[in-house]
């Protein structure tokens, strides 16, 4: 890096790039921004070559942006030398060229890097200002006083709150349609030959084959490949993306929300968790123009509450729970699960076609819908006994849109049931019906989802009883698992005796 004078430093992370973030409004105007790609960030998991390539274009895009609107920027690659291991790395070298006695820098969205900044007072031998993301809708600390007292912290009812504060789908004191929630009304499989709008996609510019050839250079053995690259990596190309959503598939949003189509991975979901998360897409703005397309009759209400609630409803709850519940909470293990995350994870070959097509998908696209986390991978892995750690570093690793505070209480908490029933009322497991409902992946599988024991039977419909027998003290006075653990008094034993012999067949095979 050059010697440059600059008095006062803004730190700009990779998931910051908003111009209006919080301590680029409390900086003096003519502060200078540091934004630094840090080897660290790329490795401490090994995230998805996609995911690194999208948010070093996002960078290097958003310093073109400010230096364009006339701010001073210090731009650091990843192999500008001498190479600048962590983020502590980074900010000292920058410190040093450029004789800064002040650094502003808005607090991070990871304990990992929240707890590195903290020291940055005592080391960095220069006044910090360190400030809170107030991108977000619910503050850590008023996320803590609602949960506070609080015997239970369904999501629901933090969601009405939401409501409410914004005023969003809101007519006076009560919800539009005098109902909260028109989830009911949602959940359709989708049939295959459904008009689907394709994704937004976007040519690569120069910058982003620049950044192609380092990832490709740097990070060969990160899962997923670094071809076809298609994401928007500027505000405008993201608000695009938005705009074609709005126009080609939030109609269909709600009704089409949990399908899943072997040749249709995006249906008709917004695909802007990649923006949103690292600052492109402003979330308020964005249910502000969903309301509107209710409003003014291009969407029905059923598809814009539904979108509504997973931003201002769910995106804000887990981020609540994330920092509630700790650093430790990626750690939590409650249902004791030990198995290793199976090898197939990072390849995609596997005879279920189900887990087959969620996992190619994701390691071509670092995309899958919330269903495909959820309902395939997320099921399997809770059913087959899986560590919730190996799972939680491969959500985090492998798509686009991951950053600790979102992805870790989706995994641990709604997924893997590790956090006892903190975020979830009771573990999302189900048997292969679900996905043969809401999906065609069974009719191109090799097993039978009809069939219930034996070699070619699925192994969901196996696993699912064995799973609730082997958890039967932690999860049979469960009221919402009244009904499986009724029917499971009543099995004979020959029949326990074939899910234990086919779990154990099959799962011994796994590893
Ligand atoms: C095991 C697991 C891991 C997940 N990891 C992540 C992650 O790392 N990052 C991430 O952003 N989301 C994560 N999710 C939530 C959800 O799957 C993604 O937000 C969604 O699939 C992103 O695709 P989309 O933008 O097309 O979403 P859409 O279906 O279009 O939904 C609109 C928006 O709602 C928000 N949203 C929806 N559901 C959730 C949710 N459960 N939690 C938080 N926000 C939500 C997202 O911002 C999303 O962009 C995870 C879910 C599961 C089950
Ligand atoms: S039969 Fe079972 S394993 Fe095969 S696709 Fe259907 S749910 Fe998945």
Excluded at 262 to 280: A, D, Q, W
Excluded at 367 to 379: C, D, E, F, K, N
Excluded at 389 to 418: K, R
Aim: include cysteine; proline fraction near 4%.
């Amino acid at each position: 890096m050059a010697k440059v004078k600059a008095d006062t430093l803004v730190l700009i992370l990779g998931d910051q790039l908003t111009p209006e973030i919080a301590a680029c409004r409390a900086a003096p105007t003519d502060a200078t921004l540091l934004i630094c790609e840090v080897a660290s960030e790329t490795t401490y998991v090994r995230h998805h070559k996609k995911k690194i390539a999208f948010l070093f274009s996002a960078m290097r895009h958003f310093a073109e942006e400010m230096r364009t609107s006339g701010k001073k920027v210090i731009y650091r690659k990843l192999d500008d030398a001498p190479a600048a291991t962590t983020m502590t790395d980074a900010v000292s070298h920058a410190i040093r060229k450029t004789g800064a006695t002040a650094l502003y820098a808005t607090r991070a969205g990871e304990w990992r890097l929240v707890h590195e900044m903290e020291e940055w007072p005592k080391k960095l031998g220069i006044d910090v200002h360190l400030h809170d993301d107030d991108r977000f809708l619910c503050p850590r600390e008023e996320f803590e006083r609602w949960a506070e007292d609080r015997k239970s912290l369904r999501m629901e009812y933090f969601y009405r709150d939401m409501r409410r504060r914004t005023g969003l789908l809101m007519d006076g004191d009560h919800p539009v349609g005098g109902r909260w929630n028109f989830d009911a009304e949602n959940r359709k499989p989708a049939e295959a030959d459904l008009l689907m709008p394709d994704v937004a996609r976007f040519e690569p510019d120069a910058i982003t084959r620049d950044v192609l050839d380092l990832v490709r250079e740097n990070f060969a053995d990160h899962i997923g490949s670094s071809d076809n690259f298609w994401f928007a990596v500027t505000r405008a190309d993201a608000q695009k993306a938005f705009q074609h959503f709005l126009r080609e598939a939030l109609p269909w949003f709600g009704d089409f929300q949990d399908a899943m189509l072997r040749e249709k991975r995006f249906l008709y979901h917004s695909v802007c968790s990649i923006y949103m998360n690292c600052g492109l897409l402003d979330p308020l703005a964005m249910c502000r123009a969903a309301e509107t397309e209710y409003r003014e009759g291009r969407a029905p209400l059923n598809a814009v509450e539904g979108f509504i609630r997973q931003i201002i409803g769910w995106r804000e709850y887990v981020r609540g729970i994330y920092f509630l519940r700790g650093p430790d909470y990626t750690r939590e293990n409650r249902l004791q699960a030990m198995r290793p995350l199976p090898s197939f994870y990072w390849t995609g070959e596997t005879e279920m076609e189900c887990l087959r097509c969620a996992i190619t998908q994701t390691i071509e696209e670092a995309y899958a819908h919330h269903i495909q986390r959820l309902m395939v991978t997320g099921l399997f892995a809770l059913l087959a006994g899986v560590d919730p750690h190996e799972t939680h570093v491969w959500y985090l690793e492998v798509y686009a849109d991951a950053y600790e505070w979102v992805e870790a209480p989706n995994t641990i908490g709604m997924s893997q049931f590790a956090d006892g029933g903190y975020l979830a009322s009771k573990p999302y497991a189900a048997s292969g019906a679900y996905i043969d409902r809401m999906s065609d992946y069974c009719g191109a599988c090799v097993y039978r989802v009809k069939h219930k024991a034996g070699l070619r039977a699925c192994p969901f419909n196996y696993l699912y009883w064995d799973f609730l027998i082997r958890n039967g003290e932690r999860l049979s006075r469960n009221p919402r698992l009244a009904q499986p653990y009724r029917l499971i008094t009543k099995m004979s034993d020959a029949r326990r005796r074939e899910i234990a012999e086919d779990s154990a067949r099959f799962l011994s095979a796994l590893s």
